[in-house]
């Protein structure tokens, strides 16, 4: 069975940064890509980043380049979103996500498992 567990979520301040971590288990996970995405209240889930099988391609939604990075370790099983300068306008539950093989998937239909979400609050 397939777990993907979010962590790191958490109150800050706008102008803050804060690390997600996702760990996964129950896959091949260097067979994945992995993404992030968010969904704030009365919100669509919307798309934040994703980052292919070996690590060495990602995607990040336009509008938060340059202030979140993803990154991957295969060795771990883990994903982590760096993400930096934060503003009340990110505030969502964070959620992990998978599916197999290299692709560049920017909706969430897409993909094959989900974790529960970790909560980001920014406040201003």
């Known amino acids: 069975q397939v777990h993907l567990v979010e962590s790191g979520g958490g109150l800050v301040q706008a102008g803050d940064s804060l690390r997600l971590s996702c760990g996964a288990s129950?896959?091949?996970?260097?067979?994945?890509?992995m993404a992030w995405f968010r969904q704030a209240p009365g919100q669509e889930r919307e798309f934040v980043a994703a980052?292919?099988?070996?690590?060495?391609?990602?995607d990040t939604a336009d509008s938060l380049k340059g202030r979140f990075i993803i990154s991957r370790d295969n060795a771990k099983n883990t994903i982590d979103l760096q993400m930096n300068s934060l503003e009340p306008e990110d505030t969502a539950l964070y959620f992990c996500?998978?599916?197999?093989?290299?692709?560049?998937?920017?909706?969430?239909?897409?993909?094959?498992?989900w974790g529960q979400g970790t909560q980001v609050t920014v406040s201003s």
């Open positions: 980052v292919h099988p070996s690590g060495d391609t990602s």
């Open positions: 996500a998978a599916v197999l093989g290299s692709v560049s998937y920017r909706t969430q239909y897409n993909y094959d498992y």
């Open positions: 129950g896959l091949t996970f260097s067979r994945y890509t």
